[in-house]
């Protein structure tokens, strides 16, 4: 099985800090993978490796079936990259960036014209040509980056932080794009602090300190989980978490908004357990049902099991 | 074949960065002036405002003597362009209250007793008092005193001699003066040439380091890394738009200097043209160096001038080399400005060529490939680092 991308113990280090800790990733051509941490985990160096931009100070990698540092140049024509902040020509219309990206990339004649007229009305930015790229909006702007990345039809995409600051229907859409170019085969890196979007990914990974601390199927992940997750809707949710945790069957609570997710060790002790108890403390339960844990649920949980609690925390708050 | 078919192909890809870069340069709406505009401005300032000529200075006389003899001395005073007479004054103490208050430059003073003097064949003297607050204009002033005074006793001696002896010719040595390049020592012949090295220095040099850094600043410069343009090419795409304003702004300069300061130019634009490509070329290593050690545009700047601004000092432009203490001159063997100024200034004043130049040239060639070669290196070595 030949992988798009496969590193062993790649290492970057500015100074004292290394940014990124013996990464050691196998990725299978044509996946999604989805590489999750908080600010300052090292996803950005990690990308920036990945894309050629930064020389490791030590390991290696192969991308695309090439040598990370003796065959650069042939990796970079055949991965697309799109940065966390806005890195095209802002003083350029959204049709200058775009032909001068075909040029950079050699995309020429009547494939660059095609490709561009692809682009622009799969990313609804056809009616904004003109438009300098710095008046697009936020979202736009996106997906003006991601066109540019997307010219020369790359095998690998790298996305850092591609829905961070964006609008939820914009980010919708960049998931729209994203699944299309899965089912054309193209293999994508994804890095972002959501841990929601972990669902849309075959495979994740969550970083920490420059550290890959976990790595997994997105399908096994669950697997991994134990117990069971249910959802109580009863007010004010402050105090029924309290109650709640009191339970010795409930292993961790949660607010969210106006609902309380609890993780018990078996959901049909547990329902009755905890209906019995809200009761007697006179609260009034309008809902409580056993649900499908989320990745964000499965991420705590799989957090506080990993050594070092009050590193834990910053982790899991989202 | 193959070769070829790619450097073509690279040849067009810094055509595209190339063409971006003019994109961007048309749509700034600060650039552009600042490419036409300051340099104009620059040979305005500097061709009328400084000019080290010392003409027309203010003079006080005090005449105590009033004779013909005096008035024959003053009046070969007046009549050179130099002293304007502008004070007729009774005592020594006037002339010090008008240089005081700044009125009068210079002071000439003629005893009583100066025309007896001379009728006898006796030394007779006379009083300059100049004002030495402006050490280089007062020095000149003194040069031009002298000169007149010892023509006019040149003149003296040969009439006392030859009533002496009649009719036979006194020998005399005298010198004969002829300045070349500059006859008329007109400083703008020597401000225009020099301008023209100092705004095309700060034009490439300063431009480019902002141009690098303004992609470093906005991040597209990590996006072009990851596309397969080379690192040189990238060099080359900033660099070839910025040596063609400079280029636009050496001929600009060459035009206002001939027909609006009528500056002399003896030698060939071609010849120029070309070694001005290689001062470019070794600006633009400066530049690229500013850009690998400042992370703002902001940073670039202040960088670029503070370079800038002591390289113009030292090099020759105002003041000689050969003046300076000896640490400074080994120093300014450094800046290419210095090998420069003497190239442009050559050109310019005398038309030499390359024949004449090539001390010049030389070391210029060198430090410009040399810088080249350290800041391209340096370039590529922090991007990825």
């Given at each position: 099985m030949e992988y798009a991308i496969e590193t062993e113990n790649l290492t970057k280090s500015f100074g004292v800090i290394?940014?990124?800790?013996?990464l050691n990733l196998k990725i299978k051509k044509g996946e999604i993978f989805g590489l999750f941490g908080p600010d300052g985990a090292g996803k950005t160096t990690a990308i920036r490796l990945l894309t050629t931009i930064l020389k490791p100070t030590s390991g290696t990698a192969k991308i695309a079936g090439y040598h990370l540092i003796e065959d650069a140049k042939e990796i970079r024509k055949r991965i697309g990259y799109m940065s966390?902040?806005?890195?095209?020509?802002?003083?350029?219309?959204v049709d200058e960036n775009l032909l001068f990206f075909a040029d950079l990339f050699g995309v020429k004649g009547k494939k660059r014209d095609n490709r561009i007229k692809e682009l622009l009305s799969f990313s609804n930015l056809t009616q904004f040509r003109k438009r300098r790229a710095e008046h697009l909006s936020g979202g736009m702007k996106q997906k003006l980056a991601l066109s540019c990345t997307l010219l020369h039809e790359p095998e690998i995409i790298f996305l850092d932080e591609p829905t961070t600051g964006v609008d939820p229907i914009s980010r919708r859409e960049l998931w729209k794009i994203i699944s299309d170019l899965h089912l054309k085969k193209v293999t994508l890196f994804i890095t972002t602090?959501?841990?929601?979007?972990?669902?849309?990914?075959?495979k994740v990974a969550f970083m920490d300190k420059g550290k890959i601390i976990l790595i997994e199927k997105t399908k096994k992940i669950k697997e991994r989980v134990k117990g069971d997750f249910i959802e109580i809707v009863a007010s004010p949710p402050k105090k029924v978490l309290k109650v709640i945790k009191e339970i010795n069957d409930v292993i961790q609570g949660e607010i969210f908004v106006d609902r309380i997710q609890a993780w018990v060790k078996n959901v049909q002790k547990a329902i009755p357990l905890i209906s019995k108890r809200l009761k007697q403390e006179g609260f009034e339960i309008r809902a409580i049902h056993s649900i499908q844990p989320s990745m964000e649920n499965v991420f705590i949980q799989i957090m506080r099991e990993l050594p070092k609690k009050d590193e834990r925390e910053n982790i899991c708050h989202n | 074949m193959r070769k070829k078919i790619s450097q073509l192909f690279r040849k067009n890809r810094i055509t595209f960065l190339v063409k971006k870069e003019f994109l961007q340069i048309k749509r700034d709406k600060r650039l552009l002036p600042t490419i036409i505009i300051l340099p104009i401005m620059q040979l305005l300032l500097f061709g009328y405002v400084v000019s080290t000529d010392v003409k027309h200075l203010a003079t006080a006389i005090c005449d105590f003597d009033r004779s013909a003899a005096s008035r024959q001395i003053l009046s070969s005073f007046s009549n050179?362009?130099?002293?304007?007479?502008?004070y007729y004054v009774k005592s020594q103490r006037e002339i010090k209250d008008l240089i005081d208050e700044g009125k009068a430059r210079i002071g000439i003073v003629i005893p009583p007793n100066f025309s007896k003097k001379v009728a006898l064949g006796e030394t007779a003297h006379l009083q300059i008092i100049v004002d030495g607050s402006d050490s280089s204009s007062a020095n000149l002033a003194l040069t031009y005193a002298s000169k007149i005074i010892r023509a006019e006793s040149g003149k003296v001696s040969q009439e006392l001699l030859s009533k002496m002896v009649v009719q036979k010719p006194i020998p005399n040595l005298s010198p004969q003066l002829r300045i070349w390049y500059n006859p008329n020592l007109k400083s703008v012949n020597f401000m225009v040439p020099g301008l023209m090295a100092t705004i095309l220095m700060q034009i490439t040099l300063i431009q480019i380091a902002i141009a690098i850094v303004k992609e470093k600043e906005l991040g597209t410069l990590e996006q072009l890394i990851v596309?397969?343009?080379k690192r040189v090419e990238f060099i080359l795409g900033k660099a070839i738009p910025y040596a063609l304003i400079g280029f636009c702004d050496v001929v600009l300069i060459i035009l206002v200097g001939l027909f609006w300061f009528k500056v002399i130019f003896q030698g060939s634009l071609i010849l120029l043209l070309f070694l001005s490509l290689i001062f470019v070329f070794a600006n633009i290593a400066v530049g690229i160096f500013i850009s690998t050690i400042s992370k703002t545009q902001q940073q670039a700047m202040s960088t670029a001038v503070f370079i800038t601004m002591p390289s113009i000092m030292i090099s020759g432009f105002i003041f000689p080399v050969e003046n300076m203490p000896k640490v400074i001159q080994y120093l300014v063997y450094l800046i290419p400005l210095k090998y420069f100024l003497i190239i442009v200034r050559g050109i310019f004043l005398k038309g030499i060529g390359l024949k004449t130049l090539w001390p010049q040239v030389t070391p210029l060639l060198i430090l410009a490939l040399v810088m080249l070669t350290l800041s391209t290196r340096r370039f590529q070595k922090k991007l990825s680092d």
């Open positions: 290394t940014a990124v800790d013996r966390q902040r806005f890195n095209l020509y802002g003083d350029l219309t602090p959501y841990l929601d979007e972990a669902e849309r990914c075959n | 050179s362009e130099y002293f304007d007479f502008k596309t397969p343009i």
